[in-house]
């Protein structure tokens, strides 16, 4: 951070501007900013490429325009801990060298949903993949929050049933 105040660029001013550009900024000193709302993540373990690369994949594998990158930030913040830093490390340097190889600098310099998409599937054999995707399932999906995008309306023991709740107001189907 002292590095940005020399400059006379606060955190605060950096994250403002990278908000207001529209893109997904990485702040630097562990935190990672998104233009959806006001929030950051703060990194520890992991880069900060490596976080970020790992919220696009989020976006990529389970993709929902109406969902703001902080629910996919909190389904991926477990992966920013010790015990998972050498499968993540490792599953971003593959991804970005499929990347490469695609023709792009890194997963995150692929601009278009369909290419980030064909360079997944070109690992989604790989049990990096197939833990991110894994745990995705539950970490976006369990966050009660996200539950009205989708007109769920959470358990319904509690409160009776579904028969006597509205079961066939359903109008998404």
Not at 6 to 15: D, I, S, V, Y
Not at 37 to 43: I, K, T
Not at 112 to 139: H, K, N, P, Y
Not at 150 to 162: L, M, P, T, W
Request: aromatic share 10%.
């Amino acid at each position: 951070m002292s590095q940005l105040v020399k400059q006379g660029l606060t955190r605060r001013a950096l994250l403002s501007r990278a908000v207001a550009a529209g893109a997904l900024a990485v702040a630097g000193a562990g935190f990672i900013a998104a233009p959806d709302a006001s929030w950051a993540v703060e990194v520890r373990t992991v880069g900060e490429h490596e976080m970020a690369t790992l919220l696009q994949m989020a976006r990529d594998i389970y993709p929902h325009d109406r969902i703001g990158d902080r629910f996919y930030a909190i389904a991926i913040k477990g992966y920013d801990a010790p015990e998972q830093r050498e499968m993540v490390t490792q599953g971003v340097a593959a991804l970005d060298a499929a990347a490469r190889d695609a023709g792009f600098g890194s997963y995150l310099a692929a601009g278009w949903e369909d290419d980030r998409v064909a360079i997944l599937r070109s690992l989604e054999e790989t049990s990096f993949f197939q833990t991110i995707r894994g745990g995705l399932v539950t970490g976006l999906y369990n966050q009660k929050e996200v539950w009205p995008i989708f007109g769920y309306e959470g358990e319904s023991f509690s409160q009776g049933g579904y028969i006597d709740r509205g079961f066939d107001d359903i109008d998404w189907l």
